[in-house]
C-alpha cells in the first residue's frame, strides 16, 4: 500500500518499474524478476499497481547480483537530464552465495563517473534486513539509505525517498 501511494509523487513522464529479487526459484536463471520494464509511469502505472498489490516474498535475497543488475540495466539507458537511480526495497540481507562480495559491489558503484553515476537508495524494511550493508551500498552510489525496520514508518520512508526525485 505504501508503494502504491508514494508512486502518485512521480511525475507522468518519470520512468518506473518493478523488479522482485530472491534467489533463484523454479528454474529462473537469474535471481531477479523484472515484473514491469522501465517505462513513463503514465503507461505502466495500471500494470505496476497490479503487480505491485500481488507481491509475495519468494524466498532468500540476492541482494547484490540484484543491486548490480538494475544499476547496469539503469546505465543502459541513462538520461544526463534526469536523476538516474535504483530504489532498493530489500526484508533481508544479501543470502545469494553465487555473488556475496560487498567489496566488489562497493567497488563496482564507487567506480562510476559522478556524471554518469546511478544512486542506489536502499531501504531496510523490518527487522531483519541489514541496515549497515545497505549503508554502504548507498554511499558507494552517493545516495542515502533509508531505515524502515519499523514497518510502520513505510509510509514516510516512501516519501522520503521520492523526495529525492
Known sequence: ?????????????DELGLWTFSTP????????????PAAA????LPTFRTKVSNLQ?????????????????VQGSFARDRINAVVLLTDGKNEYPQDNDLP????DLGGEETDTSVRVFPIAYG???????????????????YDATDPATIDRVLVAVLSNF
Do not use: F
Open 57 to 73: 516474498a519468494e524466498g532468500g535475497t540476492a541482494l547484490y547480483a540484484t543491486t548490480r543488475a538494475a544499476v547496469r540495466q
Open 41 to 44: 509511469v503514465r503507461t505502466v
Open 25 to 36: 526459484t523454479q528454474g529462473r536463471a537469474t535471481p531477479w524478476t523484472e515484473l514491469v
Open 1 to 13: 500500500q505504501a508503494a502504491l501511494g508514494a508512486i502518485g509523487r512521480l511525475a507522468p513522464d
Open 104 to 107: 566488489r559491489l562497493v567497488g
Open 127 to 145: 527487522d531483519k534486513a541489514d541496515l549497515g550493508v545497505l549503508r554502504e551500498i548507498a554511499k558507494a552510489s552517493r545516495a542515502a539509505a
